[in-house]
């Protein structure tokens, strides 16, 4: 027992507070920028669709930011190493945004989150009141994530049914609206399990990213300038990579041939992809890579890759 307290339940409680907090740190920035490329690419008649995105935006903002502020010496080395929260390169992909789009970006939740590798924000320990805040955070999440899917849902049938013009990939939209579904999958595991963890179902985490990858790279492949012919070629490469790694599952998610197999060369196709998009961000922040596709948008990418080759790195080592 540790203070009058068993040790079995404060473990529970840490692990549950720093896999919510973990969680909500990447998929709070991921679908608040979500909402920077649809302002981005909508047109400006469409009022009411444009302040819905800055209200998401916004929304998401905040959630990232109350998550930070509580996060100090919840976050593993692990995940604070990944780049999955952020990379070198994610303030500049922003600063650059702002300049070319005149979209606002919440810069200083980016700096404040920066500290937290550094340690030199307040450090909170295990208390009732923490565990109730971080529960009642994950909740208002799902609730909102919930209203995001909807709208994402709509946006995407309002592309392809000629009622609203998008310079955006229309398939982008039902992706993004596919990631946030995932995202309240999570964290609905998180509040209904006493010891949680998210990816249990290795099958089923590998089939998603193994398609968000295949996803990432034929969007790419499309926004890239056509005399950018060696990088279409390399993001066409992986499509087909990723595509016959999605394939190596039935329908149902059971994977057709070994699983152990199957992780391993997602593994290995990740690390690539995960070069390869470190490799265009740089160029777009260097104006080196012509296209439609903006550097923030790239480091974006980027972190999804960092994100999901943590987790697999856990399932081929067996943690």
């Keep these: 027992m540790v203070g009058g307290v068993h040790t079995s339940a404060v473990t529970m ?6 896999q919510s907090i973990e969680l909500n740190l990447f998929w709070t920035r991921i679908i608040k920028e979500h909402f920077i490329f649809m ?28 998550t ?3 996060a100090n010496g919840f976050i593993s080395s692990e995940v604070l190493l990944s780049g999955e929260l952020l990379t070198d390169k994610t303030l500049l992909a922003e600063q650059k945004t702002v300049g070319l789009t005149g979209i606002t970006i919440g810069i200083p939740i980016t700096l404040e989150e920066s500290h937290l590798a550094l340690g030199t924000l307040p450090v909170h320990v295990i208390s009732p009141e923490l565990t109730a805040g971080i529960s009642a955070l994950n909740e208002q999440i799902i609730s909102s994530a ?21 310079t955006m990939l229309p398939s982008i939209y039902d992706h993004q609206r596919g990631e946030t579904l995932n ?11 006493p010891m949680p963890d998210p990816y249990s179902n290795i099958a089923e985490t590998e089939k ?23 990088m279409i070629k390399k993001a066409n490469d992986f499509a087909l990579r990723f595509n016959q790694l999605v394939r190596k599952f039935t329908s149902d998610t059971k994977p057709t041939v070994s699983l152990k197999q199957i992780t ?10 995960r070069d390869f998009k470190a490799t265009s961000t740089d160029m777009l922040l260097a104006c080196q890579l012509k296209g439609v596709m903006s550097a923030l948008l790239a480091d974006h990418l980027l972190r999804e890759a960092n994100y999901y080759l943590r ?9």
């Design 13 to 18: 409680t840490e692990n549950y507070i720093g």
């Design 39 to 66: 302002q981005a690419n909508l047109m400006p008649k469409d009022v009411s669709y444009i302040q819905q995105a800055e209200d998401f935006k916004r929304l998401f903002e905040d959630f990232l930011y109350r």
């Design 68 to 70: 930070i502020r509580m």
């Design 146 to 166: 919930r209203s995001v899917a909807d709208f994402m849902g709509k946006v995407y049938e309002d592309v392809i049914h000629c009622r609203l013009y998008s």
């Design 183 to 193: 995202y309240i999958t999570l964290l609905q595991r998180l509040q209904n399990h």
């Design 208 to 230: 998603f990213w193994n398609n968000n990858m295949m996803v990432h790279a034929e969007a790419v492949r499309q926004l890239l300038d056509f005399s950018e012919r060696a």
């Design 264 to 273: 391993s060369e997602s593994r290995h196709a990740t690390v690539a992809i």
């Design 311 to 319: 987790i697999i790195s856990r399932s081929s080592t067996g943690v």
